[in-house]
């Protein structure tokens, strides 16, 4: 049974720019959840995709968005960087939305902006 | 909305020696789970042990073992018996029944004493 992935693992952008995070969910896993966790602090919810829609989103404004394709992989991108968007961003996937499926969080990517 | 605290910034315990970490959360619901991640260095955050609000009963998981105290909704977490490996930053989750999202605290760094 393959874990969460994500990739890359580390990155480097300027203010202003664009980047996209990629993510694999464990196999058999359906819905995609992405968290910001900046440094010393706990994660935040950003957004969760099950089934290729985005099935809640907590508070982040409309530069952060994503998708997940038809494998149950999702992307995060961030437009319009900006120096507080420096943070871990981890994904986790589960076997559905709901509370009692477990969510697998992958190693995170460190984005640096600058 | 709903909120979980945790007043321990850092918290040092003797190798073998037991370490209980303080959260505490609030709700108005009463169909909700609390979670217990570890945080390593490598990042990956894993799922500790978890407890569903209906259960009276405390969850335990080998030498992690939690007291579950709904009316005063608190929820912390013991380390028995601590070994090197224990050593990571902790954070109290919580999901409310049926949602997509984790809330978590701000993270209690454990320090494991040789």
């Known amino acids: 049974e393959t874990g969460v992935t994500q990739s890359p693992t580390h990155l480097i952008k300027t203010r202003g720019q664009q980047v996209t995070l990629r993510c694999s969910s464990q196999?058999?896993?359906?819905?995609v959840s992405w968290y910001q966790q900046a440094l010393g602090q706990g994660p935040q919810f950003i957004f969760q995709?099950?089934?290729?829609?985005?099935?809640g989103r907590g508070n982040f404004p409309p530069r952060f968005s994503g998708l997940q394709f038809p494998n149950y992989s999702s992307e995060l991108n961030v437009n319009a960087l900006e120096l507080d968007d420096s943070a871990l961003y981890l994904c986790a996937s589960s076997l559905s939305g709901r509370a009692f499926h477990e969510q697998y969080f992958g190693p995170g990517t460190r984005l640096t902006v600058t | 909305a709903q909120t979980v605290t945790q007043s321990q910034p850092e918290m040092s315990v003797q190798e073998a020696e037991t370490v209980t970490l303080s959260c505490t959360y609030d709700t108005s619901e009463s169909d909700y789970y609390l979670f217990w991640y570890k945080q390593p260095p490598s990042r990956q955050m894993i799922l500790v042990i978890r407890q569903e609000a209906y259960k009276q009963q405390n969850a335990t998981e080998n030498r992690f073992s939690v007291n579950f105290q709904k009316a005063a909704k608190s929820f912390s977490l013991k380390i028995s018996d601590s070994q090197l490996g224990d050593a990571a930053m902790y954070f109290c989750?919580?999901?409310?029944?049926?949602?997509?999202?984790?809330?978590f605290g701000a993270g209690t760094t454990v320090t494991v004493r040789a």
């Open positions: 196999s058999g896993h359906n819905t």
């Open positions: 989750a919580y999901r409310r029944g049926n949602d997509y999202k984790l809330s």
């Open positions: 995709y099950y089934r290729e829609e985005e099935n």
